[in-house]
């Protein structure tokens, strides 16, 4: 498979075709994910019969493990046009898009799913369960008056992705860079935010939503930034005084909170609005997939509160096959000495006294970020390991709940 890197001038029009034959992009001449964003990404395609027929594409990001930060590979597009599906292409693609990156740095990467499986393949394993709340904005259950916000456009992008960087952290919070959050402000005739400044001019919190000029929403929040919970609380109360035009707001319940606390007899609506095209209810999904690039480096960063502890790890990982043979990272199986405490070590080899834990790395990936204990993944993805280990595994990674707070 010849794979080379895309060049809008050139390739503008088959990227177009692929985007367009997929559903994702409908003006070619203004459309900001092919225009804007596709240029500055890392972005690779694959010909066939000299015209572009599969893309993958990635942003260099971070991602948070606790306080620690990772670099991040996102995927930020996979396809492949009608005429270049179930021949391998998209899947080599993408492995080869994240091997560059992992030899370029990247120490985990990250992808949102159009279905369980696929990317599997490549070593990636379920994120959290996000829960994705539907509510009507009168039920919203918030003690206080929405202050004037200040209307936000296009133009101040760069205050926006400032503010959506310096926002309240949480483990696995994903950041991608300014062209991103250009791009993902997205049409302005559909899209609009709504902010809040500090005395020195920095937006300090702020929502952005779809749904501009539809008489009754639905709105969907794209997202919410805030530096803390009180301007979080801010941003509902704005939402709620939407609440005599407006029925229906969606969004990613967002870190921290539980949405129920924040929403009047939910049962009661949730009931009431069954089968009704504004249903109110709240909707779990795991949607988000994760892999390690880098096990040293990764797990150098992980500082955990557990007794010191040691065992061998026997680390599958099935990207290898995928990757062109030019490539020199072809994955991380293998084994190693996994060191875990407040400090913690991955160095490869065996030690003969140690307790083994075998895994895939989709399956680790997992564990390490707290997502399912190692007790669960013995059940769902197979690991293995004496039952003394797999409790201390549990204790060690009981993490706070991993969200990747940004759509991509
Ligand atoms: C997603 C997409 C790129 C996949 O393209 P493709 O050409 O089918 O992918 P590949 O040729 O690499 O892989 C096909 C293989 O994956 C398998 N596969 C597909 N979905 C799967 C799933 N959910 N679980 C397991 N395997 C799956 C197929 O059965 C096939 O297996 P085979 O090789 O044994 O026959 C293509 O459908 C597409 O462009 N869709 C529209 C855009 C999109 O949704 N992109 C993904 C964004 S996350």
């Known amino acids: 498979m010849k794979y080379r890197k895309f060049d809008l001038k ?4 088959s990227v177009y075709r692929v985007l367009n034959e997929c559903g994702w992009v409908h003006d070619k001449k203004k459309d900001k994910y092919l225009n804007k964003f596709l240029p500055r990404a ?3 395609v694959m010909d066939i019969n000299d015209e572009v027929e599969v893309m993958a594409t990635s942003s260099n990001g971070s991602i948070r493990y606790q306080d620690e930060k990772l670099k991040l590979s996102a995927i930020t597009g996979v396809t492949a046009s009608l005429l270049a599906r179930k021949q391998g292409f998209a ?3 993408t492995a080869t898009r994240l091997a560059l990156d992992a030899e370029k740095g990247a120490e985990v990467g990250a992808l949102c799913i159009f279905d369980q499986g696929y990317y599997n393949k490549l070593g990636f394993g379920n994120g959290n369960c996000e829960n994705l709340v539907s509510i009507t904005p009168s039920t919203l259950k918030i003690d206080r008056k929405g202050k004037t916000p200040v ?4 133009k101040d992008y760069k205050k926006i992705h400032k503010n959506r960087v310096n926002r309240l952290p949480n483990h696995c919070a994903v950041t991608l860079p300014e062209y991103a959050t250009q791009a993902e402000l997205g049409d302005k005739n559909k899209n609009m935010g709504f902010g809040y400044f500090d005395e020195s001019g920095n937006l300090t919190h702020h929502i952005w939503l779809h749904g501009k000029g539809k008489e009754q929403g639905p709105y969907w929040v794209q997202w919410l930034a805030y530096e803390n919970l009180d301007q979080l609380m801010d941003l509902l109360a704005l939402i709620k005084s939407f609440e005599e035009q407006i029925m229906m707001v969606r969004m990613v319940v967002p870190p921290f909170i539980q949405m129920q606390d924040f929403i009047e007899k939910p049962y009661l609506i949730k009931a009431m609005t069954r089968k009704a095209e504004n249903q109110n209810n709240i909707y779990s999904t795991a949607y988000w997939q994760l892999r ?4 040293p480096k990764c797990i150098k960063k992980t500082h955990l509160s557990c007794e010191d502890f040691n065992f061998n790890l026997q680390l599958s990982d099935p990207i290898g096959e995928y990757i062109p043979e030019e490539i020199k990272w072809r994955s991380i199986a293998g084994d190693y000495v996994i060191s875990l405490g407040n400090k913690s070590s991955a160095k490869r080899g065996k030690q003969k006294d140690l307790p083994t834990l075998k895994a895939s790395v989709n ?4 564990m390490w970020f707290g997502i399912m204990s190692a007790s669960s993944l013995v059940h769902s993805d197979g690991i293995n390991a004496p039952q003394e280990l797999l409790i201390k595994l549990d204790k060690a990674f009981l993490l706070p709940q991993a969200h990747v707070d940004w759509g991509f």
């Not at 050139?10 to 029009?13: A, N, R, Y």
């Not at 390690?292 to 096990?295: A, D, K, P, R």
Request: hydrophobic share 35%.
């Open 42 to 44: 890392n972005t690779l």
């Open 292 to 295: 390690i690039l880098n096990l």
């Open 91 to 93: 899947g080599r693609l």
């Open 10 to 13: 050139k390739d503008k029009d």
């Open 151 to 154: 209307r936000l456009t296009e």
């Open 363 to 366: 399956a680790f990936t997992r």
